[in-house]
């Protein structure tokens, strides 16, 4: 969450510059009362104006339209008067006042009238302090590249200026751009830069806000312990804070730390006086980000349709503040949620949003934005050495064509010539030696900048592929939801409702039995299917835990035998088994059971009656091979490759019109890969299959 850190500061300084004094915040109402009758004693304008802003300041924290009233009052005396810098501040008050009370357009247009006067001005101070704002209102929505612009301009400004207040207050809003965009080494690198200058101010309240931003920089990357210690910072600090924005930052900080930790309590308790801190303080912003993580918390314990309405409730805060924080983060969690409800409708729905926000934000133009910056910095840096020993340089050679000037005024002359000689030479020499060594450093830049880009394509063509493959298992998923799910039970509904419409089809024996079979079948395809679907879910989302262990195969095969036999039953087929003695396998039990079910129960469906099946297995080197083979339908060379592919839409029927969904194949390949091994098909279309995986042999002790 981005904070106007130094807003307070970076205001004293304009004030301090055009002679006013900065009341208190804890100013009580007898002193406004005491001002109030000040006003309308004086006449003069500059007794005025101060009035006007002391209480324009004391009224900000206890009422925004008395505070507006006054700056207003304000702003019209300084125009009355031609007071420029007066005119400048006036606005840029009001920017402040209408941020702290979330009316962001008006801020914005407070601000630009500001920079207007300021620029014409010439003043640096006041012109970094209103870049830095800018910058924060843009960072709120989508355009970040523009909040980039004003924190290297602010940052540039407060460099040339040694504002070391300015340079902690934009390093730690260049720092949250970088962790917005998951860089965040580089978002610690410029937050301890803040950090440092914090510590040496001693001001706890920006001590305690870098810890956390460091915090929450450290907590998307899972590094727990860096997190904890940083937040244990913040939180030791949080008395000292009095902006309600920092000290709900912080809170919130500690409730999404031990929300990643899985500590629900503790979150729980963080969260809650977070929430108590924007209500107290009507801060709508930060309180839609506290029911976002509300909502993560009731997720946690299971809740989904609560945890979905108060998500739904932080996006309607953010929409009704027309900025966009973290509101591809709400509807990427409310699509989890739909999910886990098994509302697959709305959880697709919800997901579109998130990535439509995401492809938004433009990424690429952000990274290159700062790329740039960092590479100018470079450059400077060198240049500006490369002229200190110039000057260096030069100044020795004065000393001493002087002191030689002194000896003699004869030998001056012949000095001074050959010294212009030895100037011209060693200058030649040194600017061609300084050039070879910056374009040599710059062809190592290029070179380096080559290969980051290099890796940047290489990264991007895998995100690529990977999205591909998401979005290929996404359309299978909801195609077999669709249809091949669905449609079994509409078979069974008719069946159900021809069973209550016509009484008297019982009296009808062989009728019955055949609707009594085909209910049986279909039951039996659903809950197959639906048992493939929420396994291959379950590997999908990463819920899935591989449990390894040494398992003799023979024990396994005969342990489900006369489950397959009853599989093979209904087409008189015989199954076969030629299993080595005492073979054995590293694998998981549960998966290495639904492999051989699932191969087996495909060469029962595209196997004639009265045909051969057999399952054999043997050692070979360090891999157990085992084979499922019969002698059915086959598959053509051109077939073949579709198997084993999520986005293939390959199907066809079994020998007594099976259906299926090739999810079975998938989840094998799955499978078979998470216990390191592989599958093979062999197959010629009208004489049969052989399916071949491999898995690693058992482990023995050493």
């Not at 949080?238 to 809170?251: A, G, H, N, S, T």
């Not at 995401?358 to 290159?368: F, M, P, R, T, W």
Request: proline share 1%; charged share 25%.
């Amino acid at each position: 969450m981005k904070i106007s850190r130094n807003k307070y500061l970076i205001l004293a300084i304009i004030l301090l510059s055009i002679n006013w004094y900065v009341a208190l915040a804890n100013e009580t109402q007898s002193q406004i009362d005491s001002l109030k009758i000040e006003i309308l004693k004086t006449s003069n304008d500059s007794t005025l104006l101060r009035r006007f802003q002391n209480i324009s300041l004391m009224y900000r924290g206890i009422n925004t339209d008395s505070s507006l009233h006054y700056s207003d009052k304000y702003l019209e005396l300084a125009q009355k008067t031609k007071f420029a810098k007066g005119v400048a501040a006036g606005y840029f008050n009001k920017a402040v006042v209408y941020y702290q009370s979330e009316d962001y357009e008006s801020s914005l247009k407070n601000y630009l009238s500001a920079l207007e006067i300021y620029s014409e001005e010439k003043d640096s101070i006041n012109i970094s302090g209103v870049y830095t704002n800018l910058g924060i209102l843009h960072s709120l929505g989508f355009d970040k590249q523009t909040a980039i612009d004003y924190y290297i301009k602010a940052l540039e400004i407060s460099n040339q200026i040694n504002d070391s207040a300015g340079i902690a207050n934009n390093s730690n809003n260049i720092g949250l751009i970088y962790r917005d965009l998951k860089n965040y080494d580089k978002a610690v690198e410029y937050l301890n830069r803040t950090l440092e200058i914090d510590l040496l101010s001693g001001i706890q309240e920006y001590i305690a806000q870098t810890y956390s931003n460091i915090a929450r920089s450290y907590l998307p990357a899972k590094e727990f312990d860096k997190t904890f210690k940083n937040l244990s910072e913040a939180l030791n600090r949080i008395d000292f804070v009095k902006d309600p924005d920092v000290k709900i930052e912080i809170l919130s900080c500690a409730g999404e730390y031990y929300l990643e930790t899985n500590k629900s309590d503790s979150a729980l308790k963080y969260i809650k006086e977070a929430i108590a801190v924007a209500k107290q303080y009507d801060r709508k912003r930060t309180l839609a980000y506290t029911y976002f993580l509300i909502g993560r918390y009731l997720i946690l314990k299971g809740n989904y349709p609560v945890a979905i309405s108060h998500i739904k409730s932080a996006i309607r805060l953010t929409d009704s503040l027309k900025v966009k924080e973290y509101t591809n983060e709400y509807y990427e969690y409310i699509s989890n949620a739909y999910v886990e409800l098994g509302d697959f409708k709305n959880a697709h729905v919800n997901l579109k949003k998130s990535y439509a926000i995401k492809d938004s934000i433009h990424i690429d133009a952000l990274s290159e934005s700062l790329s740039n910056f960092e590479k100018e910095k470079e450059f400077v840096r060198i240049q500006s050495e490369f002229q200190f020993d110039q000057q260096k340089n030069q100044s020795e050679f004065e000393k001493e064509a002087l002191k030689l000037k002194l000896v003699s005024q004869f030998s001056v002359l012949i000095i001074l010539f050959l010294i212009i000689i030895v100037i011209a030479t060693i200058n030649n020499y040194r600017n061609k030696s300084k050039t070879n060594k910056y374009l040599k450093n710059q062809n190592e830049i290029i070179e380096q900048q080559s290969e980051e880009l290099k890796i940047s394509i290489n990264k991007l063509e895998e995100n690529e592929k990977e999205l591909e493959a998401l979005n290929a298992t996404k359309d299978k998923f909801f195609s077999i939801i669709a249809h091949d799910l669905r449609n079994p039970f509409n078979v069974l509904i008719g069946y159900a409702e021809l069973l209550i419409s016509e009484p008297g089809i019982k009296e009808d024996a062989e009728k019955y039995d055949k609707i009594i079979k085909s209910i049986y079948n279909t039951s039996e395809f659903s809950y197959e299917l639906l048992e493939n679907l929420l396994t291959w879910a379950r590997s999908q989302s990463g819920s899935l835990t591989v449990n390894p262990q040494n398992l003799i195969l023979s024990e396994i095969i005969n342990s489900k035998a006369e489950y397959f036999d009853e599989m093979a039953e209904p087409k008189n087929m015989e199954i076969k088994y030629a299993i080595e003695e005492g073979i054995t396998t590293y694998a998981d039990k549960d998966m290495l059971i639904t492999i051989i079910r699932n191969l087996i129960n495909n060469a029962i469906k595209f196997t004639m009656p009265n045909g051969k099946i057999e399952v054999s297995a043997k050692r070979k080197d360090d891999y157990l091979v085992v084979s499922v083979s019969d002698n059915g339908i086959g598959i053509n060379s051109e077939n073949q490759k579709k198997l084993f592919k999520i986005d293939s839409d390959f199907k066809i029927k079994g020998t007594a019109n099976e259906t299926g969904t090739g999810l079975g194949l998938i989840l094998c390949n799955e499978f078979i890969k998470l216990n390191g091994g592989e599958i093979f098909v062999e197959s010629e279309e009208g004489k049969g299959s052989i399916f071949t995986f491999t898995l690693p042999i058992a482990k023995t002790d050493e």
